[in-house]
């Protein structure tokens, strides 16, 4: 084993990162528009938000990630495969994230909104000063949760030719022939993502006065 290839799986580490922090960020943007739609008083809306959460968690993520590299290129989109990648791990998180959200706004207390009108707060002042930061803070352990999950669900790209951390590994296990190795260097590299993604979490809650069970 050398600093060589432990660069290269480290080039890997960083496209897995890319591809987490980007699906993850723009899941959120998805995710709190598809929250939106659940929580809609409109039931076309409501049942669209529902469907959506409902078929991209109910679809498993590597199923989700062949469906997308295969059936795109049929509809004459030639896409790479680090692009088919980023679409299903945006879709499949987004649509755990709005969940996760819709189940922060649900629970916060009636009487705090009850309290916003009486003291002649309006639904948009409510939302962004009361339910929004409240539902921020009731969820983000479990934002927190989800953005590791798909950090490490990522490694499933590696089936439609995207060069990440697993997929180095693979290829670096073949052409060396140490497997044991390669892999346990990837697991620690996925290790000290994950222990990155903790203390990113922790340090945002504290930042919003959350403090540790």
Wanted: charged share 10%.
């Amino acid at each position: 084993m050398t600093w060589e290839l432990v660069v290269l799986l480290g080039w890997g580490a960083v496209m897995t990162a890319a591809l987490s922090i980007v699906s993850i960020t723009v899941g959120l943007a998805i995710g709190v528009l598809i929250c939106a739609a659940s929580l809609s008083r409109v039931a076309p809306l409501k049942w669209f938000g529902r469907v959506y959460v409902s078929f991209f968690r109910g679809v498993p993520l590597l199923v989700l990630l062949l469906l997308i590299y295969h059936v795109l290129p049929q509809l004459g989109l030639d896409v790479p495969g680090v692009v088919a990648a980023l679409i299903g791990l945006t879709l499949c998180t987004s649509a755990y994230q709005a969940e996760t959200l819709r189940g922060g706004f649900v629970n916060v207390a009636p009487g705090l909104m009850e309290a916003g009108r009486m003291v002649g707060l309006n639904a948009r002042q409510i939302l962004l000063r009361i339910r929004a930061p409240i539902a921020l803070r009731l969820t983000l352990p479990a934002l927190v949760n989800e953005a590791i999950m798909i950090l490490k669900a990522s490694s499933l790209v590696s089936v439609v030719g995207v060069g990440d951390l697993t997929r180095t590994a693979q290829n670096l296990a073949s052409s060396t022939f140490l497997p044991l190795e390669m892999f346990a260097v990837a697991g620690a590299y996925y290790l000290l993502l994950n222990i990155v993604v903790g203390y990113g979490g922790s340090g945002l809650g504290r930042l919003l006065g959350l403090r540790p069970a």
